[in-house]
T-cell receptor
Framework: GAVVSQHPSWVICKSGTSVKIECRSLDFQATTMFWYRQFPKQSLMLMAT?????????EQGVEKDKFLINHASLTLSTLTVTSAHPEDSSFYIC???????????FGPGTRLTVT | GESVGLHLPTLSVQEGDNSIINCAYSNSASDYFIWYKQESGKGPQFIIDIRSNMDKRQGQRVTVLLNKTVKHLSLQIAATQPGDSAVYFC???????????FGQGTRLTINP
């Protein structure tokens, strides 16, 4: 069964509004989770590494004030897209590792459409 | 810098044939490699992984080969089935890093 869930699975919002996406680790306490963005027919691009109880580590070129990440518990990380614009429309996917393994378990993704 | 690329963006095979998906990586310091399968509208699913101290690893119907000399990784799928249709991504981990760097992906289509 799924080990990582995301909510919502899809969302449509108006330009200028903010949207929060939740990522839950269902069976493992994850100190580290990852957020990716995927545009159509493209690969996964890592946006940031979410660390429980501390600040997220953002990849180069990702605006930390626009993509707010909160990892307040060992089972929940949230990504908030602030002041969304149509170019933020994408497929957002989170993942987590398990223990010392480098394998990442992915959530089902959230389709964001900004109108 | 880090980069993982794929030789072919699309691959079509006959049902029942074997599929080979290739991946080139550029960073010789990468010590872990992984293949994921992604169906449309879903998150990636783990297929198989391999550490840099290995050349080959086999799973159920899948085999991953690693050639560190030429920095090449391949995924072999035996007796390809319609359910294998998806986009396949390779990813690498730079030694010491937590994150994975993904390749561009190959779309595998199965002809009946």
């Amino acid at each position: 069964g799924a080990v990582v869930s995301q909510h919502p699975s899809w969302v449509i919002c108006k330009s200028g509004t903010s949207v929060k996406i939740e990522c839950r680790s269902l069976d493992f306490q994850a100190t580290t989770m990852f957020w990716y963005r995927q545009f159509p027919k493209q690969s996964l691009m890592l946006m940031a590494t979410s660390n429980e109880g501390s600040k997220a580590t953002y990849e180069q070129g990702v605006e930390k004030d626009k993509f707010l990440i909160n990892h307040a518990s060992l089972t929940l990380s949230t990504l908030t897209v602030t002041s969304a614009h149509p170019e933020d429309s994408s497929f957002y996917i989170c993942s987590r590792r398990q223990g010392s393994s480098y394998e990442q378990y992915f959530g089902p993704g959230t389709r964001l459409t900004v109108t | 810098g880090e980069s993982v690329g794929l030789h072919l963006p699309t691959l079509s095979v006959q049902e029942g044939d074997n599929s080979i998906i290739n991946c080139a990586y550029s960073n010789s310091a990468s010590d872990y490699f992984i293949w994921y399968k992604q169906e449309s509208g879903k998150g990636p699913q783990f297929i198989i992984d391999i550490r840099s101290n290995m050349d080959k690893r086999q799973g159920q119907r899948v085999t991953v080969l690693l050639n560190k000399t030429v920095k090449h990784l391949s995924l072999q799928i035996a007796a390809t089935q319609p359910g294998d249709s998806a986009v396949y991504f390779c990813a690498e981990r730079l030694q010491g890093a937590q994150k994975l760097v993904f390749g561009q992906g190959t779309r595998l289509t199965i002809n009946p």
